[in-house]
């Protein structure tokens, strides 16, 4: 009953997140020489320009008071000003310098020793997981590599550099022409950005517990919870079970190119005797479509003969599963275009 108590809210007495976590803390503490430079809070004697690049300083003192205060009400927020300040560091520091590689080591110890209390109090992990930065793509449909500075309007449509400079020509006043006015207006309306946006892995609470848990970690997926989620620990308590998972790679739509490839992979993995599970082929999506051959396509290869509207082909999506953990685990892809007999040449099969 003390224990169903327990796992009733994720709020906590504060002697027990300090309790759990101090351990962590030491750990850093006892690193030399790396955790010298984040033991205490920046000199802005030494370091001017500090303060004004960091807007919120944190460093391992300032976390062990609050630990000891109690003015941690959920061990995530813990967690939080861990990784602010590592972050912190990587912002101010130079990847060369002592500092950011101090940094690293210190980041690495923590998220090795983390997860055991996050987990003795009810959570899934203590790691911060996030989706890298991806290559964006303007309104011209001009790349926007990683890194790289872009304009966006408020309704998401971004612009890249190149582009922005020609919407962004200041107008005369003695100019007639209306056309650059509303390009310098429209370029003042647009919000400088920088694609280096990580996107966090989202949490999924438990409808009984309120704890958030990753929702990579308990592979959260709406369609199946129809109830409501409910972690492991509290699953356990109520003497509960998963319910049986339809969505499985076995369970999806067999065909007869999914099984002959199915086939031939596992004999060669039973011949090499590697000791891998076995591989599960579907043929995902298998659909009739076709391309359009555009006018530069006709100038340049169909000048002097008969020009085809448009090469027919079938499109399909091949993916390959194999069950580790009891998890299914799709490790390979494929996307191709079948271009059959009745395409016109030189697509031709």
Known sequence: MEMEKLYKTPSFRPEVICQAFMPTLKELFRLYPESLPFRHPVDAA???????????????????????????????????????MFDNAEVYNKKTSKVYKYCSKLSEVFRSVIDQPMQSLGYCCGQRYAFEAQVLYCAQACSIPVGAIYWEESNGIKYCQKCFSKISEDCTLGDNSVEPLVNSLKAKQLQKMKNNFLKPEPFILCKNCNRKQHEICVLYLEIMWPEG??????????????????????????????????????????????????????????????????????????????????????AKAIFAFQRIDDIDVCFFGMYVQEYGSECAFPNTR
């Open 229 to 314: 989620f409910l972690c492991n620990t509290c699953l356990e308590i109520k003497g509960k079970w998963r319910r049986e998972n339809k969505f499985t790679a076995e369970k999806l739509q067999k065909t007869e190119l999914g099984l002959y490839l199915e086939s031939h992979v596992n004999s060669h993995l039973e011949k090499m005797k590697c000791g891998a599970s076995r591989v599960i082929i579907r043929v995902l999506s298998s659909s009739e479509k076709s391309v359009e051959v555009k006018p530069e396509m006709k100038s340049k290869f169909f000048e002097n003969e008969e020009q085809p509207v448009q090469f027919p082909y079938r």
């Open 46 to 84: 030494q370091v001017p320009d500090y303060y004004e690049i960091i807007k919120n300083p944190i460093d391992l003192s300032t976390i062990k008071f609050k630990l000891q205060m109690g003015l941690y009400q959920d061990p995530w927020q813990y967690i939080d000003d861990m990784y602010l």
